[in-house]
């Protein structure tokens, strides 16, 4: 099994770009996320899914949009990139109930300059 | 938010047992406590979790006190692979967990 599995892995965009980052799990997994990590910080949550057609924001929202069509994808949008973004990217898939775990990709380093 | 306190750094010898605490002092009856780990910037990986009982698999056991207000993690004998940052979460609020920043464990040679 792939698990979750996230592509680009390395990403440099100037300034004002837009670009997505895609994320797709074969878990059948309900819920997804979107997490970004700054260097020596914890993992903050960026927007979540709790099923297909289904989306809410997290801890940092702004400059980000998303959408869930399918269970199996969730991707995150940059609209205008901007060096603030500059960033690790983890996609991660959760299962239903409170006695579940979150399977994480392997991550995006996205630059923007 | 994140509710939980570790202490931001640890060491432990090559073979030792290695001891991780963790302060949720305002779970919720609920909630569960989970821990995860992240090696080096690659995506954090699944430890364990547990509600009341202290609970042990393969990688871990997890020490949860009576009053819910704190736990410990223990790796029995720590590996220099072990090095890592470990996340203690008890938010858990419609299936998605909030990180704090952990506690950077150094497995000494």
């Known amino acids: 099994n792939a698990g979750v599995t996230q592509t680009p892995k390395f990403q440099v965009l100037k300034t004002g770009q837009s670009m997505t980052l895609q994320c797709a799990q074969d878990m059948n997994h309900e819920y997804m996320s979107w997490y970004r990590q700054d260097p020596g910080m914890g993992l903050r949550l960026i927007h979540y899914?709790?099923?297909?057609?289904?989306?809410d924001q997290g801890e940092v929202p702004n400059g980000y949009n998303v959408s869930r069509s399918t269970t199996e994808d969730f991707p995150l949008r940059l609209l205008s990139a901007a060096p603030s973004q500059t960033s690790v990217y983890f996609c991660a898939a959760i299962g239903t109930g409170r006695n579940t775990e979150a399977f994480f990709g392997q991550g995006t380093r996205l630059t923007v300059v | 938010d994140a509710k939980t306190t570790q202490p931001p750094s640890m060491d432990c010898a090559e073979g030792r047992a290695a001891n991780l605490p963790c302060n949720h002092s305002t779970i919720s009856g609920n909630e569960y406590v989970y821990w995860y780990r992240q090696i080096h910037s690659q995506g954090p990986q699944y430890i364990i979790h547990g509600l009341k009982n202290n609970e042990t698999n393969e990688m871990a056991s997890l020490i949860i006190t009576e009053d819910r207000k704190s736990s410990t993690l223990i790796l029995p004998h720590a590996t220099l692979r072990d090095t890592a940052v470990y996340y203690c979460i008890d938010s858990y609020t419609g299936n998605q967990f909030y990180f704090g920043t952990g506690t950077s464990l150094t497995v000494i040679p």
């Open positions: 899914s709790v099923g297909a057609g289904i989306t």
